[in-house]
């Protein structure tokens, strides 16, 4: 299937709304992926299924502190490039590339890379999220070394990686955006066809443009837009959305501690009455508690959108007053087994609560 | 102090003169096609209040939508050569990117990248390239532009690679008008750029839009300092407004909420301007207004100036009422109420038909109403009550009720007392609240930058700010004793140790006194 530069504005929507607050700001990428692919007449987007088992695959994104992305703009040929310099150091053409991460400007990387080689891009990703750290991508976690990888930078200087685990690589690869401007484009998890198969979170690029073709087409009321959007997920590997809370946000406080956004926003109901809803974050939004007892947890999704446009809201645009709307969707099936949430378990983020599958916390959220 | 404000909008025109914190007289005009006349009735007007009062006026603030229009309309509008200093990052997203063509093709075909700028940290991302320089300079020329925008990565940290350009091009082409984006916004270099392109565009029509404002002021013996507003409720001196036309985009609803501020001198309230469509809440937080998180776009291009977070709900004094009186809005007769609300003989039922049967406002005839159902009216009378009160509740900060200011002609809908309404309040003169935020307007400045709070202490940061928003304030005019911090703003940088964070520091101020309150600036 040939995806053309129109449909991105409805991937890069959909794709915010699945970052879970994290992710960055898509506008830069976006206007990146709408050069590239009218230039190239669209991009292959490849069904999981259809991959040949022996293709060679890699992952690419970017990798660091969105925010100097303000001021520092990608480069519509760097994504291609840091293809080659992959190919050039592990010696062998890649057939394919795949997403890191579905949440935010990552889902749009892929396509731009892929639209300048000429090559297919996976429909799927490795996080069907957002997440902050390379170990807890699906790929690592299925057992795929994350090295050889390389890393390109603004000014075109790159380099190269190997390390004997995932959780090395991520050290290495913070250290290295630091150093080379705050933000680095990695090409990694080099896999097969097969590896690939057991590992990726399928079918979420054709899903996030279909979340962000109901988010424009019904565009208004949070409230209104939740039974289009329960009929999508239903078709889905995820659960079916549930409405948590709808109210302004009290309070809003965040700091750096260890080289992450950790915040915490309260949201009380329109009238101020009844219980609140508080909402933990770390990059993404993270635990969402209902008067102290958990609404939703990692690694199911808690999405805040805007209450009059149900426009999703990422957690460096949420603020004090803004009016909201939180809604909880259980993750595909593969975080929860035992292994995965060995790296995306509350107590992962430094949480003190075991997690509960989103369907079993009852009744925990809002009465209408 | 005896200040007159001016609100030239697209309908009217409205000056209010002011002693001190009391409104003296206030007026409403046409707004005429040369913009002069109109501000000349309404002077007029206003000036009658007492004889030779004009050599006492000590200021003249204006507010205007006329730079917004123009952007929408796309008129008036200069080509600008958009030049970006960032090479070699941006490759492939040139500036301009993602515009709608019609204003992108108003600017004309003048799209440059020149290398340099700087990293987050001050490590030179490129050096400056003199044959760059040299062939941009060459090209200007024969291409006979005559206005630039510069935007160099990060220059809102380190502005040197958009100065020295500047003083390059000045050089060499000495009648070149141009915009640093550094003097202009924050960070975000694709905003940055965009604002600094629009206003570039602008400078030529600022010009002749401020030479006209003043020559009508002057016209009036008004030999006093002139002000424009901007959109943060601060104001400009006019040669500043001559170089910064694009500081006024969305001042209205600014000037709307402060308004509001000084006819009750309340400086935490919920502000209503009920229109003919719409009902407009806007929230006012230590006298000024509770911006939005939202980047303003005018007329399809994404800026990085903020805008006052307003909730807009379809509830005016045109809004059409249904049969049982259960529906109100939000279609409105709008400009047409006059001809065609039943109380001025029309066909349709308004909500302003219901105040005035329920004795709310003596206008027009209640007699034609005389077949209404009481029904009709109180349920129409709730439902009014309903639209507004969750939309107060929406916008309300907090659970505590806040005073409600009625602003606009549409207050005469509002029967009873709001439930989320400590006190409900309709100043005098309410209707020009647009012309009276323009004249106590503050004189503000801004200086921001990225630091490493590992690196250096938050507190040296903040001083060291405040020194450099207090500078741009005086530069502005304000009264440098008169100067107070008015806000600290504070954002994290994700995934970066060294807890770097974005430090902004906005300072206000009193326009300061001239000796014998003469020559304008």
Same mark, same amino acid.
């Given at each position: 299937m040939k995806l053309l530069a129109e449909s991105l504005p409805d991937l890069s929507s959909g794709a915010v709304f699945l970052a879970t607050g994290g992710g960055g700001d898509p506008h830069v990428s976006l206007l990146a992926a709408q050069q590239v692919l009218a230039e190239h007449g669209g991009v292959e987007l490849i069904p999981v299924d259809e991959l040949g088992d022996e293709a060679f695959v890699a992952a690419i994104g970017s990798v660091g502190a969105p925010t100097t992305s303000l001021e520092l703009l990608p480069s519509t040929d760097d994504p291609a490039k840091a293809l080659s310099i992959f190919e050039e150091h592990v010696g062998r053409k890649l057939d394919a590339v795949v997403s890191f991460e579905i949440g935010g400007g990552n889902s749009l990387i892929p396509l731009i890379a892929a639209a300048g080689r000429g090559i297919p891009v996976v429909d *799927?990703?490795?996080? *069907?999220r957002a997440l902050p750290e390379a170990q807890m991508m699906t790929y690592p976690i299925a057992g795929i070394p994350s090295t050889p990888a390389i890393a390109l930078d603004y000014m075109g200087n790159s380099a190269t990686f190997s390390t004997d685990s995932t959780e090395t690589y991520e050290r290495h690869i913070r250290a290295m955006a630091q150093a080379m401007g705050g933000m680095i484009t990695t090409v990694e998890h080099p896999m097969s066809g097969k590896q690939l198969k057991s590992s990726v979170v399928p079918g979420t690029v054709s899903f996030a443009t279909e979340i962000g073709r109901i988010l424009r087409r019904k565009r208004g009321n949070a409230q209104r837009i939740l039974a289009p959007l329960r009929e999508a997920f239903t078709r889905s590997l995820y659960g079916v959305p549930r409405h948590l809370f709808t109210g302004k946000v009290a309070d809003y406080s965040s700091a750096i501690i260890g080289g992450y956004d950790i915040g915490k926003a309260v949201i009380e109901a329109f009238d101020g009455r009844g219980p609140k809803l508080e909402i933990d974050v770390k990059n993404e939004y993270l635990l969402a508690r209902l008067d102290g007892q958990v609404a939703a947890s990692v690694p199911d999704l808690i999405t805040i959108l805007d209450f009059e446009t149900s426009t999703p809201i990422n957690a460096e645009r949420l603020r004090y007053g803004q009016r909201v709307t939180v809604l909880g969707i259980g993750c595909p099936a593969f975080y929860r087994s035992k292994q995965a949430l060995a790296r995306v378990s509350p107590q992962r983020f430094g949480f003190d609560i075991d997690y509960t599958p989103l369907e079993n916390l009852g009744t925990r959220h809002q009465t209408p | 102090m005896l200040r007159i404000g001016i609100d030239v909008g697209g309908t009217h025109t409205d000056a209010a003169l002011l002693q001190g914190d009391d409104v003296l007289a206030s007026a409403k005009a046409l707004t005429s096609r040369d913009i002069s006349s109109g501000i000349l009735d309404a002077l007029d007007a206003v000036l009658r209040?007492?004889? &030779?009062i004009e050599r006492h006026i000590e200021a003249v603030m204006l507010g205007t939508t006329q730079f917004t229009n123009a952007v929408v309309e796309r008129r008036e509008l200069a080509e600008v050569a958009a030049v970006r200093i960032g090479l070699p990052s941006g490759r492939g997203i040139p500036p301009k990117t993602g515009w709608p063509g019609d204003i992108s093709r108003s600017l004309g075909d003048h799209v440059y990248q020149l290398h340099g700028g700087y990293l987050y940290d001050g490590w030179p991302l490129a050096a400056p390239d003199d044959r760059e320089i040299d062939s941009l300079i060459g090209d200007l020329k024969a291409r006979k532009v005559a206005a630039v925008a510069i935007a160099s990565a990060f220059s809102p940290m380190n502005p040197a690679p958009e100065k020295l350009l500047a003083g390059r091009i000045r050089e060499a082409l000495p009648h070149v008008r141009i915009t640093e984006s550094h003097s202009i916004g924050r960070l975000g270099i694709l905003e940055r750029e965009n604002a600094a392109l629009l206003n570039a565009s602008l400078l030529d029509f600022a010009a002749r839009v401020v030479d006209s404002f003043e020559a009508a002021v002057r016209a009036r013996g008004l030999d006093c300092r002139f002000f424009i507003s901007q959109n943060d409720g601060c104001l400009m001196d006019a040669d500043f407004a001559r170089r910064f036309p694009a500081l006024t985009f969305a001042s209205g609803p600014t000037n709307s909420l402060r308004g509001a501020c000084k006819l009750t001198g309340l400086s935490e309230a919920i502000v209503v301007d009920i229109g003919g469509t719409t009902s407009d809440i806007g929230i006012l937080r230590d006298g000024f207004p509770r911006e939005s998180n939202i980047a303003l776009n005018v007329g399809g291009v994404r800026t990085n100036f903020r805008m006052p977070d307003i909730l807009s709900i379809g509830l005016g004094g045109g809004s059409l009422v249904g049969e049982d009186g259960r529906r109100v809005g939000p279609r409105s007769v709008g400009r047409e109420l006059l001809a065609r609300a039943r109380i001025f003989g029309g066909d349709k039922l308004t909500a302003t038909d219901i105040a005035v049967v329920a004795g709310q406002a003596g206008i027009g005839d209640p007699a034609r109403l005389g077949d209404l159902d009481a029904t009709v009216v109180s349920a129409a009378g709730a439902e009014i009550h309903r639209m507004l009160e969750a939309g107060i509740e929406q916008m309300k900060p907090g659970s505590d009720p806040l005073p409600v200011v009625l602003v606009g &002609? &549409?207050?005469?809908?509002?029967?009873e007392p709001l439930m989320a309404a400590s006190a409900m309040l309709t100043p005098e003169h309410s209707g020009v609240a647009n012309a009276i935020g323009a004249a106590i307007a503050r004189i503000g400045g801004e200086a921001e930058r990225m630091i490493s709070c590992e690196q250096i202490p938050r507190q040296d940061a903040i001083s060291e700010l405040t020194l450099a928003a207090k500078r741009n304030a005086e530069t502005a005019g304000a009264d440098p004793a008169s100067l107070r911090v008015a806000d600290i703003e504070e954002t994290a940088i994700s995934y970066m140790p060294g807890n770097v964070v974005r430090l902004r520091v906005k300072v206000t101020g009193d326009i300061a006194q001239r000796k014998g309150g003469g020559a304008s600036p």
């Amino acid at each position: 299937m040939k995806l053309l530069a129109e449909s991105l504005p409805d991937l890069s929507s959909g794709a915010v709304f699945l970052a879970t607050g994290g992710g960055g700001d898509p506008h830069v990428s976006l206007l990146a992926a709408q050069q590239v692919l009218a230039e190239h007449g669209g991009v292959e987007l490849i069904p999981v299924d259809e991959l040949g088992d022996e293709a060679f695959v890699a992952a690419i994104g970017s990798v660091g502190a969105p925010t100097t992305s303000l001021e520092l703009l990608p480069s519509t040929d760097d994504p291609a490039k840091a293809l080659s310099i992959f190919e050039e150091h592990v010696g062998r053409k890649l057939d394919a590339v795949v997403s890191f991460e579905i949440g935010g400007g990552n889902s749009l990387i892929p396509l731009i890379a892929a639209a300048g080689r000429g090559i297919p891009v996976v429909d *799927g990703d490795g996080m *069907g999220r957002a997440l902050p750290e390379a170990q807890m991508m699906t790929y690592p976690i299925a057992g795929i070394p994350s090295t050889p990888a390389i890393a390109l930078d603004y000014m075109g200087n790159s380099a190269t990686f190997s390390t004997d685990s995932t959780e090395t690589y991520e050290r290495h690869i913070r250290a290295m955006a630091q150093a080379m401007g705050g933000m680095i484009t990695t090409v990694e998890h080099p896999m097969s066809g097969k590896q690939l198969k057991s590992s990726v979170v399928p079918g979420t690029v054709s899903f996030a443009t279909e979340i962000g073709r109901i988010l424009r087409r019904k565009r208004g009321n949070a409230q209104r837009i939740l039974a289009p959007l329960r009929e999508a997920f239903t078709r889905s590997l995820y659960g079916v959305p549930r409405h948590l809370f709808t109210g302004k946000v009290a309070d809003y406080s965040s700091a750096i501690i260890g080289g992450y956004d950790i915040g915490k926003a309260v949201i009380e109901a329109f009238d101020g009455r009844g219980p609140k809803l508080e909402i933990d974050v770390k990059n993404e939004y993270l635990l969402a508690r209902l008067d102290g007892q958990v609404a939703a947890s990692v690694p199911d999704l808690i999405t805040i959108l805007d209450f009059e446009t149900s426009t999703p809201i990422n957690a460096e645009r949420l603020r004090y007053g803004q009016r909201v709307t939180v809604l909880g969707i259980g993750c595909p099936a593969f975080y929860r087994s035992k292994q995965a949430l060995a790296r995306v378990s509350p107590q992962r983020f430094g949480f003190d609560i075991d997690y509960t599958p989103l369907e079993n916390l009852g009744t925990r959220h809002q009465t209408p | 102090m005896l200040r007159i404000g001016i609100d030239v909008g697209g309908t009217h025109t409205d000056a209010a003169l002011l002693q001190g914190d009391d409104v003296l007289a206030s007026a409403k005009a046409l707004t005429s096609r040369d913009i002069s006349s109109g501000i000349l009735d309404a002077l007029d007007a206003v000036l009658r209040h007492e004889a &030779g009062i004009e050599r006492h006026i000590e200021a003249v603030m204006l507010g205007t939508t006329q730079f917004t229009n123009a952007v929408v309309e796309r008129r008036e509008l200069a080509e600008v050569a958009a030049v970006r200093i960032g090479l070699p990052s941006g490759r492939g997203i040139p500036p301009k990117t993602g515009w709608p063509g019609d204003i992108s093709r108003s600017l004309g075909d003048h799209v440059y990248q020149l290398h340099g700028g700087y990293l987050y940290d001050g490590w030179p991302l490129a050096a400056p390239d003199d044959r760059e320089i040299d062939s941009l300079i060459g090209d200007l020329k024969a291409r006979k532009v005559a206005a630039v925008a510069i935007a160099s990565a990060f220059s809102p940290m380190n502005p040197a690679p958009e100065k020295l350009l500047a003083g390059r091009i000045r050089e060499a082409l000495p009648h070149v008008r141009i915009t640093e984006s550094h003097s202009i916004g924050r960070l975000g270099i694709l905003e940055r750029e965009n604002a600094a392109l629009l206003n570039a565009s602008l400078l030529d029509f600022a010009a002749r839009v401020v030479d006209s404002f003043e020559a009508a002021v002057r016209a009036r013996g008004l030999d006093c300092r002139f002000f424009i507003s901007q959109n943060d409720g601060c104001l400009m001196d006019a040669d500043f407004a001559r170089r910064f036309p694009a500081l006024t985009f969305a001042s209205g609803p600014t000037n709307s909420l402060r308004g509001a501020c000084k006819l009750t001198g309340l400086s935490e309230a919920i502000v209503v301007d009920i229109g003919g469509t719409t009902s407009d809440i806007g929230i006012l937080r230590d006298g000024f207004p509770r911006e939005s998180n939202i980047a303003l776009n005018v007329g399809g291009v994404r800026t990085n100036f903020r805008m006052p977070d307003i909730l807009s709900i379809g509830l005016g004094g045109g809004s059409l009422v249904g049969e049982d009186g259960r529906r109100v809005g939000p279609r409105s007769v709008g400009r047409e109420l006059l001809a065609r609300a039943r109380i001025f003989g029309g066909d349709k039922l308004t909500a302003t038909d219901i105040a005035v049967v329920a004795g709310q406002a003596g206008i027009g005839d209640p007699a034609r109403l005389g077949d209404l159902d009481a029904t009709v009216v109180s349920a129409a009378g709730a439902e009014i009550h309903r639209m507004l009160e969750a939309g107060i509740e929406q916008m309300k900060p907090g659970s505590d009720p806040l005073p409600v200011v009625l602003v606009g &002609g &549409g207050a005469i809908l509002v029967r009873e007392p709001l439930m989320a309404a400590s006190a409900m309040l309709t100043p005098e003169h309410s209707g020009v609240a647009n012309a009276i935020g323009a004249a106590i307007a503050r004189i503000g400045g801004e200086a921001e930058r990225m630091i490493s709070c590992e690196q250096i202490p938050r507190q040296d940061a903040i001083s060291e700010l405040t020194l450099a928003a207090k500078r741009n304030a005086e530069t502005a005019g304000a009264d440098p004793a008169s100067l107070r911090v008015a806000d600290i703003e504070e954002t994290a940088i994700s995934y970066m140790p060294g807890n770097v964070v974005r430090l902004r520091v906005k300072v206000t101020g009193d326009i300061a006194q001239r000796k014998g309150g003469g020559a304008s600036p």
